[in-house]
């Protein structure tokens, strides 16, 4: 395998004939490195890491994916699987990007109240076509999210403490694994998969469609408290009262925000510490005023975006980016947080601590994400209280000192942690490495996930990812 160059940028070429034969078994592009459109195929939302792939196939349908599986495996070349590129944990370099963005279909079934997707459509897709029937799906905050790789992981969403993990709504997947096949996965069809793929993202192959249930939702009383940074404090430790005795139809977080001023930004937030609580609240908006009122009172918000909204508007709850920018996720979950908890918090993010997150975010749990799943899943994280989660702006040229200063504010409130993670909330080469996956689950979880993926992908095909190890025992 040689080394092409595109400006300053190396990459692999590909085996010989390679090109070539992808080229007559798919029917979407095949592209090579100094292609018009292979940039623009390789990009993705998260800056953080680039792909330098030796190919991409922009596929068309799921035989474009089978094709592009099966001529990958016979010539040793590790695969992986792009549709918005939220989620990036390590480069496909020297291998093979599949492109599903062009994969991107949504058929709902309003009578038995499911949705079918395709591997490539975002969320705001489904949203749309859900509304028109008076259903939702348990989309998460960013509705240019893929709806199929933030459902692999669990799927931590804005009604998540009624209805429990997007994953745990999935009837029906269809995936393409390492030896090419298309593979019908559903609670009696393959059912170990079914078990291991809602909740092991991306390492058993690529699911080409979902299906999953809706719930009847039209309306929220949600949106966002903003505060100015001196009240930090104050809103902290009255949101962590605030969240002991709320109802199940009550989701909500807080972040800190810390950032850039830059145009893209809105002025209010530019460059400065804002408290931003989020809320998305299933009842009556006269029911959610009354709840809420705690948080109104506790200081003046200098902007209260909260009331009665459409599903369809649910994005602006979060407001999170719309332009792609680099950044590591981090993520520990919380067996508790009390005030002790929230005064380490304030000192290591609060005002005058120096933190240089973007974003330092707690959510809360329990409710429908404490209680197993009707059917069972590798989703863990069940005994969790609250995830804390940051954002680290990626700093060129110097990722140990990202490394550092992401890690500070979690490792400061790892005293209060389950000491599991949260796969979802896990971004960028410097976050994702084996020791980090493994962290999500439990031993007993983590072994079966590794044996699983020892049967369906024993030579780690599927490996620019989140990536479980196959067995050692079972891959031979």
Not at 235 to 241: E, F, G, I, K, Y
Not at 348 to 355: H, Q, R, T, V, Y
Request: charged share 20%.
């Amino acid at each position: 395998m040689g080394i092409a160059q595109e400006g300053q940028v190396e990459f692999r070429s590909a085996p010989a004939g390679v090109a070539q034969e992808l080229a007559h078994a798919v029917r979407g592009a095949v592209l090579s490195p100094g292609d018009e459109d292979f940039a623009t195929e390789c990009a993705g939302f998260n800056l953080v890491a680039a792909h330098r792939p030796a190919l991409v196939v922009v596929a068309e349908g799921a035989a474009d994916v089978q094709a592009a599986v099966r001529i990958a495996g016979l010539h040793g070349l590790p695969v992986t699987v792009q549709s918005t590129g939220h989620g990036i944990s390590a480069p496909a370099d020297g291998g093979l990007l599949i492109s599903v963005r062009r994969m991107n279909g949504v058929a709902v079934d309003p009578i038995a109240r499911l949705a079918r997707v395709e591997a490539g459509t975002p969320w705001h897709k489904v949203i749309r076509s859900a509304a028109a029937h008076g259903l939702a799906p348990l989309n998460g905050s960013s509705h240019l999210v893929g709806a199929v790789g933030y459902t692999l992981g669990g799927g931590l969403g804005l009604l998540a403490r009624k209805y429990g993990y997007a994953a745990d709504h999935v009837t029906r997947l269809e995936i393409v694994s390492a030896d090419g096949e298309l593979r019908m996965v559903t609670q009696d069809q393959n059912a170990a998969l079914f078990w291991a793929l809602r909740g092991g993202k991306g390492n058993f192959g690529v699911v080409t469609a979902m299906e999953f249930e809706l719930v009847p939702v039209t309306r929220l009383y949600g949106g966002g408290l903003f505060y100015d940074g001196e009240d930090t404090s104050d809103v902290l430790h009255t949101w962590r009262a605030w969240t002991r005795d709320l109802p199940e139809a009550m989701t909500s977080s807080v972040a800190l925000l810390r950032l850039p001023d830059l145009p893209v930004v809105p002025a209010l937030l530019r460059g400065r510490l804002v408290v931003h609580v989020r809320i998305a609240f299933q009842g009556s908006a006269a029911e959610g005023e009354q709840l809420i009122r705690p948080l109104r009172t506790v200081a003046l918000p200098v902007l209260d975006t909260v009331g009665d909204m459409p599903y369809t508007a649910v994005q602006e709850i979060h407001q999170d980016p719309t332009h792609p920018l680099p950044y590591h996720e981090r993520s520990i979950v919380l067996r508790e947080l009390d005030h002790q908890a929230v005064t380490r918090l304030l000192a290591l993010a609060g005002p005058g601590s120096g933190c240089g997150e973007l974003m330092v975010e707690l959510r809360h749990l329990g409710g429908a994400l404490g209680r197993p799943p009707a059917v069972p899943n590798a989703v863990g994280n069940r005994d969790g209280a609250f995830t804390l989660s940051t954002l680290t702006p990626a700093i060129p040229g110097d990722p140990a000192a990202a490394e550092v200063a992401g890690s500070e504010v979690l490792e400061g409130l790892a005293p209060w942690g389950t000491g599991r993670r949260y796969l979802n909330f896990l971004g960028g080469p410097a976050t994702t490495g084996p020791d980090q996956v493994r962290a999500c689950y439990d031993a007993e979880t983590y072994r079966r996930l590794a044996d699983i993926k020892a049967v369906y992908d024993p030579q780690n095909l599927f490996r620019f990812n989140h990536n479980i190890v196959p067995s050692e025992g079972l891959s031979q």
